[in-house]
């Protein structure tokens, strides 16, 4: 089981959208290198949400609830989507300046590579954002 990081501006979709839904289709997402991460993702596999905008922090975890498929919007099969449920919110969200200030995270994408809206989450950080939740 695989773990990723999916952004979200929150005025768009939300965690409680998320939430209100029961499931949702994640698209939107056309940078190449996020798409090569949501081609990886896999039923079963745990995405955390994170709220850019003037929230940035990681709100919830999702269960992803499909593989990847094309985006049955799109002409172009490159454009994948993934099918996702709310798992559960986290009871108090984790900061980007938390994130920023520890560390362990320095060279996760998150810090890198501020504009990617899809990121793998390795076993290490993983581990490490565990302790914040």
């Not at 997402?29 to 991460?37: C, D, E, P, Q, R």
């Not at 709100?59 to 498929?69: C, D, H, L, M, Q």
């Amino acid at each position: 089981m695989a773990k990723w990081l999916l952004k979200t501006e929150p005025d768009c979709y939300s965690w409680d959208d998320l939430v209100r839904d029961k499931k949702a289709t994640w698209d939107g997402v056309t940078n190449a290198l996020a798409l090569k991460h949501m081609r990886s993702m896999k039923k079963g596999d745990i995405a955390l949400i994170y709220h850019t905008g003037n929230e940035k922090s990681i709100i919830g975890a999702a269960e992803v609830i499909s593989n990847a498929y094309p985006n049955p919007k799109e002409a172009d099969e490159r454009i994948v989507v993934i099918d996702l449920k709310p798992k559960s919110k986290l009871k108090t969200p984790i900061t980007l300046d938390t994130i920023k200030s520890d560390p362990a995270f320095k060279e996760w994408e998150l810090v890198r590579i501020s504009r990617l809206g899809v990121m793998p989450v390795s076993e290490s950080i993983w581990k490490r954002l565990e302790k914040l939740m």
